[in-house]
């Protein structure tokens, strides 16, 4: 009944400023006749989305950060009066009993393939699902990621939400921030051959041509020497690392392992001697809330283009 009554105040707010919103969520078309009142995010970058929209008031909680993360200063203040009703991903119980009418979640973002939380098992519910466009890959076919899969989301979320105006007006500052920032770079003619190491010793857990750090690092004039990678996060084998040779390593810091860990092992592990990153010492490390979809990405540019081309 909470949920009813809320939802039927935000569309006597919003009067005739709100008409009905069809959004592209994966595969799928969701459709919206109000704002949802009561909204849920998963993991730091998804709610950093909805937080920089100033959606705090339209949420019911968050989920999914402090099973595997620690929040920084900023993110903490972002969500001071919010719950968080799940450490790791939410049952379909945490959902329904927090009576929220809508998820911001992706796949392997708060949902699995088969798992018991998707879009067509909280639909009964009533609650609406959108999905973290970066993540599609793992339920079909997509392009290549890109800057742009983080615009589409703050522009959509901006749409549901009844904000498009501060969504635009964000997102155009993002691209006119991003494109100064690159036309200041002096990047050699070639672009510097770059491995994202995540996590792992027998196998390093890395982006492929679907996550996000290959859109970050291309737009700071670098390439992921797993391009050709056709995953979104997966893991490889070293020897496919030693074989493709990276000028310099991203370091993704998140989890009981630290940044400067990962990189001791692979400074201290003879069979990565050879490659040029580790031989001149050259890693960067990227938070993991840059280095996903979200607001940070284009701070995460900045930081990447520096650390590939300044002296």
Do not use: Q
């Amino acid at each position: 009944m909470k949920r009813i009554a809320l939802s039927l105040m935000a569309t006597l707010m919003a009067g005739s400023a709100y008409a009905e919103v069809t959004v592209k969520s994966c595969d799928r078309e969701v459709s919206f006749d109000a704002p949802p009142s009561a909204a849920i995010s998963n993991d730091v970058n998804l709610t950093e989305m909805m937080l920089v929209l100033g959606l705090r008031d339209k949420m019911v909680g968050y989920t999914g950060i402090s099973g595997w993360k620690t929040l920084d200063e900023e993110m903490r203040e972002g969500v001071a009066e919010l719950p968080e009703l799940s450490e790791k991903y939410p049952t379909k119980e945490v959902l329904i009993g927090a009576d929220a009418d809508f998820y911001f979640a992706g796949w392997n973002y708060g949902m699995k393939v088969g798992g018991e939380v998707t879009p067509e098992t909280l639909e009964p519910f009533g609650i609406k699902v959108y999905e973290l466009t970066e993540s599609c890959i793992h339920i079909g076919n997509k392009p290549k990621v890109s800057m742009d899969d983080m615009y589409n989301d703050l522009l959509n979320l901006g749409k549901v939400f009844g904000v498009e105006d501060r969504a635009e007006t964000l997102v155009s500052a993002y691209k006119a921030d991003l494109e100064e920032f690159k036309a200041a770079l002096n990047p050699s003619d070639e672009p510097l051959k770059v491995f994202v190491y995540d996590s792992g010793e027998d196998k390093p857990f890395t982006a492929g041509r679907y996550a996000m750090p290959t859109a970050l690092i291309e737009a700071a004039g670098g390439v992921n020497v797993l391009d050709d990678f056709e995953k979104s996060w997966a893991k490889v084998d070293w020897e496919t690392v030693v074989e493709k040779n990276p000028e310099m390593v991203v370091i993704v810091n998140y989890g009981n392992v630290t940044a400067e860990e990962k990189r001791d092992f692979m400074r201290n592990n003879p069979a990565l001697a050879n490659i040029d990153a580790v031989k001149n010492d050259r890693f960067v490390t990227l938070e993991y809330v840059e280095a996903t979809p979200g607001p940070r990405n284009v701070k995460a540019v900045k930081k990447l283009g520096n650390a590939f081309w300044g002296d």
